[in-house]
């Protein structure tokens, strides 16, 4: 039956558990096994249809991710006299905009909220809230969360974890720190999203005065939590307290290993990444396994999958895939994302492909990795086309999208129109402004990339690691030494950011470019990291440039250490010999190369005309175009040296003008 109940000036109804078992019965439950079909066309025969019936049915589609239609429901519902939403209906069809990113239906939900009292509900509120944040309307939501009359746990961790995932970490830790002195309000995924700020602004002091306060209230237990610590230790670069809290773990879920297998991998200290992946086959026979690897879990099987890719093996990530028998758009992302890495940018395509046939919205981290791939292939107009899609779906002012438009555009060749993105967006954050230091370094704009550099350092955002690589590349390309261990030291005593090899590798190029090769392999050789090849053959190239035979011998050995087979350094060091005089030890170094069956690999370019890429091999004509192709460029260098001819000519008898 419906119970009446006057609060004030205002009459409220409700369902009382008789009606509610028989009205909302047949359509939710329909809806809870997820058979969305039958549940839409038994609500459609009913001939009589209550809020608890329309909010079902509604609510069943933004589970499915259908947001669109779930709209279309809710404005169906409005004009339906026989029943008016109430804040049940209107928070799940505020959750339906935010899901979309629909930020004008949303703005129309909030007047209407406002116009029928509905916006002094604490659930209404939070879903405004969260919508507004969602959609990067992040000073809206914060305006909301202000006006609130009530607040309660939920709406806390929405306004904690929409600024952290804004970027606005600082902001998020206060409004944390405010919502932890309200007692009884913390919440298990309110210390995750702390502590996640705190990994992000290397705030290992902070993160672990919430990890006592995570021990003291009892969320130790909190898989979550505990994950979420891990991340925080090995981010701010203790690697070891994260690894013992790792260890000391009853029991431990995919999210565990790929954190710390994650961890290790950003640390480049792969080999340990690949120890602690094939760990988890002994953790296989073990009743822990059973505990996570459930073959019907789909965030378990995403988890699986993203490991798969960290670790290199994307095959047995796409095997995986293959074999699921569900998908949502997080599976589809983190195989997008796999293949983007390992830049296969065919498959990238492909997949985006058969994701948008198969039904799931994209999402940010979709796109973001076909906007990776546009740059690496330098595929202007497939990165202008994923840019269309990103603004049709609303996603432009994603601190994730730009950022990564940002260095689409830098990579293909328009800083202009990496530049103008970064202009327009509503807030700095350090993620764009390390894509725009980084597109600047990489066309040479080393003055714009620096100034921005220090800007930002004046108006309080705090650089991460990747920032400082940018800002160190600048450095080295335009040989600025003195600023570049400024900036080396800084990042140390500053930031405490524990430099990787990406900042060694700066370092060793930048004095390399200042001559000062002596240095540069003092600094190698005293590089906490294992040396790679990348750090030797920047040392090698720099001997060739300043004919420095012993020293680059001592790279090319280094390097054939770790690479026996390498191209790169047994060509350089013939050359290093030859341009010295010394040919016996070059003929020596080649017959060696020729022994072992090294190749040196020809130069190669391509070029996009009318969707079609050809590709050109330094030495071949198997192009079907190629005999057309060398008489144009026979026409070409016979003007060119006319040309030449002819300026020198007039150069002799003084026939130029100047004015």
Known sequence: MILTVRNGGTIQRFCTAASISLLEKPVEKIVRISNQGAARHLFDQMPHRDIVSWTAIINGYVTAANSFEALNLFSALLFDPAVSPDTSVLSVALKACGQSSNIG???????????????????????????YMRTGKIDKGCRIFTEMQFRNTVTWTAIVSGMVEAGRHKEGLTYFSEMSRSKGLSDDFAFATALKACARLRQVKYGKEIHTHVIVRGSDASLCVVNSLINMYTECGEMHDGVHLFESMSERDVFSWTTLIDAYSQMGQEEKAVATFLKIEIFRRTSQWTYFCLGDSLSVSNSMMKMYSTCGKLDSASVLFQGMRRRDIITWSTIIGGYSQAGLGEEVFMCFSWMRQAGPKPTDPALASLLSVSGTMAVLEQGRQVHALALYLGLEQNSTIRSALINMYSKCGSIEEASKIFEETDTDDIVSLTAMINGYAEHGNTK????????????????????????????????????????????????????????????????????????????????????????????????????????????????????????????TLANIYSSTGKLEEAAHVRKAMKSKGVIKVPGWSSIKIMDRASTFVSGSQSHSQSEDIYSILDLVVSGAEVHRFDCRIKGAFGFYSYS
């Open 105 to 131: 239906y949303g703005e129309s939900l909030h007047a209407y909220a406002f116009k029928t009292s509905l916006l002094t509900s604490v659930f209404v509120g939070t879903n405004l809230l969260n919508m």
């Open 448 to 571: 714009e990339a620096i100034d921005l550099f220090e800007k930002s350092l004046k108006v309080g955002l705090r650089p991460d690691t990747v920032t400082f690589i940018s800002v160190l590349t600048a450095c080295s390309h335009s040989g600025q030494l003195d600023l570049g261990f400024r900036y080396f030291n800084l990042m140390q005593d500053e930031y405490n950011i524990r430099p990787v090899k990406e900042h060694y590798g700066c370092m060793v190029d930048l004095l390399c470019r200042a001559g000062r090769l002596s240095d540069a392999e003092k600094m190698i050789n005293e590089m906490p990291w294992k040396k790679d090849d990348v750090v030797w053959t920047t040392l090698l190239n720099a001997c060739k440039a300043k004919g420095d035979t012993e020293r680059g011998r001592r790279a090319a050995e280094r390097i054939l250490e770790l690479d026996p087979t390498s191209e790169t350094a047994f060509v």
